[in-house]
């Protein structure tokens, strides 16, 4: 079934104004993460969701065309309509691509403190020999 001619989309600047908001969130995040600030990047991340429900609540009120109406397209709306696909979807990318390098990031943390874990051990094991124990185990000689 060939593709309906379809009007330019009207809500492309808005989407573009979200989607740049959740690239610089994503750029906010690898900082976070260089600077071991995971309390921000948490914070970032919650920022990214509350956007991407936007995004979605706005695709969600895009209208489609009813069967009856036929769309023209014109040179202009067709030029117009690749343009605002192409912006989006280079930001898609841009997205996608900072969002891997961020999870390249992380990841290789998470392995770092994986390995760092086992080290700790013998730490914890020394530090315990010199807390004081709350209740007493077996008998106590008091007299001498």
Do not use: C, H, W
């Not at 959740?22 to 956007?51: C, G, P, W």
């Not at 997205?95 to 013998?122: F, W, Y």
């Amino acid at each position: 079934m060939p593709e309906r001619p379809s009007l330019p989309d009207q809500l492309a600047p808005d989407k573009f104004e979200l989607l740049t908001a959740v690239y610089e969130r994503a750029k906010a995040q690898r900082v976070a993460l260089d600077s071991d600030d995971l309390a921000t990047f948490l914070a970032l991340l919650d920022e990214r969701d509350e956007l991407l429900s936007q995004l979605q609540r706005l695709a969600d009120e895009l209208p489609e065309l009813p069967d009856n109406v036929v769309a023209l397209p014109n040179e202009f709306s067709t030029a117009t309509r690749r343009d605002d696909e192409l912006a989006l979807d280079t930001l898609i990318r841009g997205i996608v691509q900072q969002d891997e390098d961020n999870e390249a990031v992380l990841s290789a943390r998470l392995e770092q403190l994986a390995g760092e874990v086992p080290a700790l051990r013998p730490a914890r094991t020394a530090t315990a020999a010199y807390r004081v124990q709350t209740e007493p185990q077996g008998y106590v000689d008091r007299v001498s």
